[in-house]
């Protein structure tokens, strides 16, 4: 009975977040990439080659790691590629509210100015990323249809497991004290100046 649930868990994990990435890749890219390169430099964290870079190629990730996790395919490899991007994001979007920045988030088309509700969200889709990885992405998935082992698959993927919940449990922990120690200003208050 466990296991059913943790596989109905790992799957609507696996809809949640791989609709949120095919989503928002294809979001970006119906706005252009110059849109999302603005968006990607409005964080001020790295020179415009990686931006454009980022720019390129970022979506085009989100669209494939989307639909590759809502059939199931090869989901504890992507179940990694996703948590790491949330993480990412979750850091991104955190070391501009520290700087108190103003910029949008670049998440999905609309603008979305940057907001500890973001960071929350990605730490809440970095959570759902663990039952992935634990139950193989679940019941319903593409590798059991075709019997697909990967090197994930093995007993030392625990290990893999618990990697990852230490990440996220950190994580959430620096947040949760980031969020609660620096001071509350309000929305538009101040916009950082680019370097």
Not at 2 to 13: F, K, M, Q, R, T
Not at 22 to 29: E, H, N, Q, T, Y
Request: aromatic share 10%.
């Amino acid at each position: 009975m466990i296991y059913v649930i943790s596989s109905l868990v790992a799957i609507l994990g696996r809809f949640i977040i791989g609709a949120t990435f095919f989503i928002a890749g294809i979001g970006k890219i119906r706005n252009g990439k110059n849109k999302f390169l603005h968006s990607v430099l409005g964080y001020d964290l790295v020179p415009v080659s990686i931006a454009t870079f980022v720019a390129h190629f970022l979506p085009i990730l989100e669209i494939l790691a989307g639909v590759m996790l809502v059939f199931g395919l090869l989901p504890q490899a992507v179940s990694v590629i996703a948590f790491n991007l949330l993480l990412v994001f979750a850091v991104t979007i955190t070391v501009s509210l520290v700087r108190e920045m103003d910029n949008d988030c670049g998440c999905f088309k609309h603008v979305i100015p940057v907001q500890w509700r973001l960071v929350y969200r990605n730490i809440f889709l970095m959570g759902l990323v663990l039952p992935i990885f634990a139950l193989k992405g679940g019941a319903l998935t593409i590798n059991k249809l075709l019997a697909i082992q990967t090197s994930l698959s093995h007993p030392n993927s625990t290990i893999g497991l618990v990697v990852l919940a230490s990440i996220w449990g950190i994580v959430l922990l620096i947040i949760l004290l980031l969020h609660h120690l620096l001071p509350h200003r309000p929305k538009g208050a101040k916009q950082a100046t680019p370097f």
